[in-house]
C-alpha cells in the first residue's frame, strides 16, 4: 500500500498546479485545480493496485497522465496535442509525488 502523501507535498504539488494554470496551461483553469489535484492523488496512490509494482516513476508518469486525460477531455482520443500538454502536469506532480 502507498504512504498517504504529507501536507508538505500536497501544498507544493498544489502551488504547482496553480503555477501551470498562471503560466497559461491549457489543461489547467483556476476553477479545476483542487479537481485535478485530487484526481492525481488518487490515480497515483492506486497505481500499484492496478499495475506492475515493480514500475519506475516513468512508467507511473505516464498512468498519471493517462488518468488525467481520460478524466479532464470530454473525447480523449481526440485531445491531440493536449495529450503533451497533460504529460507535462503529470511529469510535475509524479516528481513532487515520488519524493515524498
Known amino acids: 500500500?502507498?504512504?498517504?502523501?504529507?501536507?508538505?507535498?500536497?501544498?507544493?504539488?498544489?502551488?504547482a498546479i496553480v503555477e501551470l494554470c498562471k503560466s497559461?496551461?491549457?489543461?489547467?483553469?483556476p476553477e479545476t485545480v483542487d479537481e485535478i489535484l485530487a484526481v492525481?492523488?488518487?490515480?497515483?496512490?492506486?497505481?500499484?493496485?492496478?499495475?506492475d509494482r515493480s514500475a519506475d516513476v516513468n512508467t507511473r508518469t505516464i498512468d498519471l497522465a493517462k488518468g488525467l486525460l481520460n478524466t479532464f477531455e470530454p473525447d480523449p482520443p481526440l485531445a491531440g496535442p493536449l495529450k503533451a500538454d497533460y504529460h507535462h502536469l503529470a511529469a510535475t506532480?509524479?516528481?513532487?509525488?515520488?519524493s515524498a
Open 1 to 15: 500500500m502507498t504512504p498517504a502523501l504529507d501536507q508538505a507535498v500536497l501544498g507544493a504539488a498544489r502551488a
Open 24 to 29: 497559461g496551461s491549457p489543461v489547467v483553469r
Open 40 to 51: 492525481a492523488i488518487r490515480r497515483w496512490q492506486s497505481f500499484h493496485r492496478r499495475n
Open 93 to 98: 506532480l509524479a516528481n513532487l509525488f515520488a
